[in-house]
């Protein structure tokens, strides 16, 4: 394996051609007294999207005639490239899109941790294969989620706020990413204030699969929103609604639904609406639960202590906390 430089840059593609091709990405800034270069990958070919240099250790010898370093050299250029390209977006926007799926997941993360997707970029880092997307850093709104109508297989989205309350998102992009994404099986919206009962019901009735959800501070969030869940998503197992508007009807609602014996973890905090029917609810139906929190929820009295330390005497809870005035 040899590293050779090539000047001026070529564009940030898959290369073509056989034994020698390489992948031609941005180089970091250079040392003092050197010419900005572009680092070139050579006798590392590419098989469909994956670099020769990362296959099994085996493969890799008969390719580099036995240096087992090769692999870490490639991915930490590869690593270093990627940084470079976060930092001069702009200059390469129109190279990121021809990226291969597996350089776009890496890009993607890296993006998403530096909080540097926005809408008018998303479709740029997109690909149909896409399956995890955490924006929870990333100044987006519903332009962005309606960018997603490719991507089929996306099974995770993170667009939690942990601060402020995000404004951009409301029921309008939550329909959108259900219609767009059936396989969905994680979605999590705390803090978007503006989402309302009719994106959680699209997103009940078109994503079936879905296994976590959370609804934390979305104070449009109604008990229609977990009559819906209850009623359409049977390998719910965990669902925040913390600090919303849901009542004890909609609470049971969850709980006696088709998830009842799927569903492991409940938050509902603050919650100033529910009494310790909704408790007892959860309590009743829901075998496999043992994460139940519902701290700071005003009307709940003794009398849901009472049922909980039986259940904790007994091991089937392993996290409990509530407030009793």
């Not at 005639?65 to 001069?88: F, M, P």
């Not at 977006?89 to 350089?103: C, E, F, G, W």
């Not at 941790?113 to 740029?124: A, F, L, M, V």
């Not at 049971?252 to 569903?263: D, Y």
Request: proline share 4%.
């Amino acid at each position: 394996m040899r590293h050779s430089c090539h000047f001026p840059p070529q564009s940030l593609r898959q290369p073509q051609g056989g034994r020698g091709a390489g992948l031609h990405l941005p180089s970091c800034p250079p040392a003092r007294g050197s010419r900005r270069h572009f680092g070139t990958i050579t006798r590392s070919r590419w098989v469909g999207a994956v670099p020769r240099s990362l296959l099994p250790a085996a493969a890799m010898s008969r390719l580099s005639g036995g240096w087992d370093g090769a692999g870490e050299e490639v991915q930490l250029l590869l690593d270093l490239c990627l940084q470079c390209l976060t930092k001069n977006l702009s200059r390469y926007a129109a190279d990121i899109k021809s990226l291969p799926p597996n350089i776009k997941d890496k890009l993607i993360k890296l993006m998403s941790r530096q909080g540097q997707i926005t809408d008018s970029n998303i479709s740029e880092v997109l690909h149909p294969a896409v399956e995890s997307l955490d924006l929870r850093d990333c100044d987006i709104s519903d332009n962005a989620l309606l960018q997603l109508y490719n991507c089929k297989q996306l099974k995770k989205i993170n667009l939690n706020s942990c601060k402020e309350n995000r404004l951009g998102i409301t029921s309008e992009g939550v329909i959108a990413l259900a219609l767009s994404c059936p396989y969905l099986r994680e979605a999590s919206f705390k803090r978007c204030c503006d989402i309302t009962d009719s994106g959680i019901l699209a997103l009940a009735l078109n994503c079936q699969f879905l296994q976590i959800v959370n609804l934390g501070s979305c104070s449009g969030i109604m008990d229609a929103s977990l009559q819906a869940l209850g009623e359409n998503c049977k390998f719910l197992h965990s669902v925040d609604f913390s600090s919303t508007q849901v009542t004890d009807d909609g609470v049971t609602a969850l709980v006696s639904g088709t998830c009842s014996k799927n569903l492991k973890e409940i938050h509902m905090e603050r919650c100033v609406n529910l009494t310790d029917v909704a408790v007892e609810a959860v309590l009743t139906c829901c075998p496999k639960i043992h994460i139940f929190l519902f701290h700071g929820c005003p009307l709940v009295t003794d009398r849901s202590r009472d049922v909980l330390e039986q259940l904790v005497i007994s091991n089937k809870i392993k996290q409990v906390t509530w407030t009793v005035y």
